[in-house]
């Protein structure tokens, strides 16, 4: 009996029904960009996330680019976010043609150290981006308060849709956020997709114009952009999903609650530490052991589906060696790299699968 990180179909088959006649509206009208159902998910997911205005994306990495292009970030400026992210925070920044800036993490949380960050802070600064890593919201308005005004907090929710943090929703938190809508994420389509979310009407209008071809209206660009766009159908599939979202999350949390129980007597695995204020939704779980890769190893062998999110600090991938880091610059996020351990986690585990996991988990510390 194998277990996955993720299983998709129990989802799927919730939605199946709902999203076959979805589609087959949108196949019987033959219109597959935009229209109806973009704008009423995007109406959805703004009401979701506590904000005005969503812009559907074509994918997570272009809603972070779209949403620093919509600030006005580009060459010569300079984006402060954490070593420990999944590589697209880092590559919307630079694809902007600015240069970014990282930093360490909280040796607790894993997530961004919002004193470091304000200390990277120079002139040429225009945005930090704190990533709601796991599903748990970053310390944004402990960060907010050490920023001068004039630098934007860009959000990385794409792992965090329906957390929130003193009671607001992520993708919420900072001057605009984006989210990844990539099918693995806790709201997940059957494809590519993302998007932006913000209170701000200018911001919104900016993202919608810069990934329509610079486009207000048909054949006029004044403005350089380019094509990011949310499909129809990954519309129809995502409103259909959302609607269970809250009921996923809460499976999620339970799941969540029962591994830390589960694992309070198991010597040698540290567990996830939730900070003051934040209810995660636990896009993933991730514990804490040594001797990691072999820890793994064992659980592959076993049929646990245990994975590492993120292996490599940004600062230490081949892709940014052009930012001229080395190893020790972060030494938070590099100690973590080669400790963490995501436990198979999805809504509908159940307590057999997680007591398999947790028993193989200890076996394999064990040796
Ligand atoms: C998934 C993810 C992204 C990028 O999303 P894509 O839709 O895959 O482009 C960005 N940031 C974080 C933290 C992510 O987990």
Excluded at 28 to 36: E, L, N, Q
Excluded at 128 to 151: C, I, K, T, W
Excluded at 162 to 168: I, N
Excluded at 229 to 247: F, M, P, Y
Aim: hydrophobic fraction near 45%.
């Amino acid at each position: 009996m194998t277990i996955p990180l993720v299983d998709l179909a129990a989802q799927h088959a919730a939605v199946a029904d709902e999203v076959a006649e979805g589609w087959a509206a949108v196949l019987a009208r033959t219109a597959f960009v935009g229209g109806p159902q973009v704008a009423e998910f995007e109406a959805e997911y703004a009401r979701f996330a506590g904000v005005d205005h969503c812009v559907g994306v074509g994918n997570g990495t272009d809603a972070i680019e779209l949403a620093l292009r919509a600030l006005g970030i580009g060459p010569g400026d300079e984006c402060v976010l954490p070593a420990n992210t999944f590589i697209a925070t880092a590559e919307a920044v630079a694809r902007t043609g600015a240069t970014p800036v990282l930093v360490d993490c909280d040796p607790d949380t894993l997530l961004i150290d919002v004193e470091a960050a304000a200390a990277a802070v120079t002139t040429r600064t225009r945005a930090v981006l704190p990533v709601d890593l796991y599903g748990q919201a970053a310390p944004v308005e402990q960060l907010r308060v050490l920023l001068p005004a004039n630098v934007a907090v860009v959000e990385d929710a794409a792992q965090s849709q329906g957390a929130t943090r003193h009671g607001a929703v992520c993708g919420s938190l900072g001057d605009i956020a984006a989210t990844s809508f990539y099918p693995g994420k806790n709201l997940g389509a059957y494809g590519d997709a993302g998007a932006v979310t913000t209170a701000r009407a200018d911001l919104a209008e900016r993202v919608r114009l810069l990934g329509a071809h610079g486009s207000p209206r048909k054949y006029e660009h004044p403005v350089l952009g380019f094509n990011s766009r949310l499909d129809t159908l990954q519309a129809v599939v995502l409103s259909a999903k959302l609607r269970r979202l809250d009921g996923w999350n809460a499976a999620r949390r339970a799941a969540a609650e029962r591994y830390t129980a589960l694992l309070s007597d198991v010597p040698g695995v540290v567990t996830p530490v939730v900070a003051d204020g934040n209810v995660p939704v636990w896009h993933l779980y991730v514990v804490r052991v040594a001797d990691r890769d072999t820890v793994l190893g064992k659980l592959h062998a076993a049929g646990i589906g245990a994975g590492i999110h993120y292996p490599t600090p940004v600062h230490l991938t081949g892709a940014f060696a052009g930012l001229c880091y080395g190893r020790g610059d972060f030494p938070v996020s590099e100690r973590a790299a080669g400790e963490i351990l995501s436990l198979p986690l999805f809504p509908e585990i159940t307590v057999e699968q997680q007591e398999r996991v947790v028993a193989e988990l200890a076996d394999a510390v064990r040796a």
